[in-house]
């Protein structure tokens, strides 16, 4: 069964950056697509940004457009989550799911995926 594993949270001033990397064991990362996803206190898990298995489509909530970017090293079997200007709204739990089912493409909704990391929690604050 795969296996997730997120690292690379942290505390971080507003305005400053940080990359999340979500690794996969027991199985090759290659054949699903993987989502990120946050889930802040008191508010419902929401889809930030998603990458197709080869990497080649992407996809970003309007909330992080333009200031995350998603990647992929499927040799390296690990997706990366690169974060800029970051805001005290981005403070959340992280979490990084892999979707074994994808024809094509990928799409930010979490009924889709199949297995979940443990998160990883991001603060943004002075």
């Known amino acids: 069964q795969l296996q997730l594993v997120e690292s690379g949270g942290g505390l971080v001033q507003p305005g400053g950056s940080l990359t999340l990397s979500c690794e996969a064991s027991?199985?090759?990362?290659?054949?699903?697509?993987i989502g990120w996803f946050r889930q802040a206190p008191g508010k419902e898990r929401e889809g930030v940004s998603c990458?197709?298995?080869?990497?080649?489509?992407?996809r970003y909530a309007d909330s992080v457009k333009g200031r995350f970017t998603i990647s992929r090293d499927n040799a390296k079997n690990t997706v990366y989550l690169q974060m800029d200007s970051l805001q005290p709204d981005d403070t959340a739990v992280y979490y990084c799911?892999?979707?074994?089912?994808?024809?094509?493409?990928?799409?930010?909704?979490?009924?889709?995926?199949?297995?979940w990391g443990q998160g990883t929690q991001v603060t943004v604050s002075y």
């Open positions: 990458i197709s298995t080869n990497g080649g489509s992407t």
């Open positions: 799911a892999a979707d074994a089912m994808v024809v094509a493409g990928c799409i930010i909704q979490e009924f889709e995926y199949d297995y």
């Open positions: 027991e199985l090759p990362l290659e054949h699903y697509a």
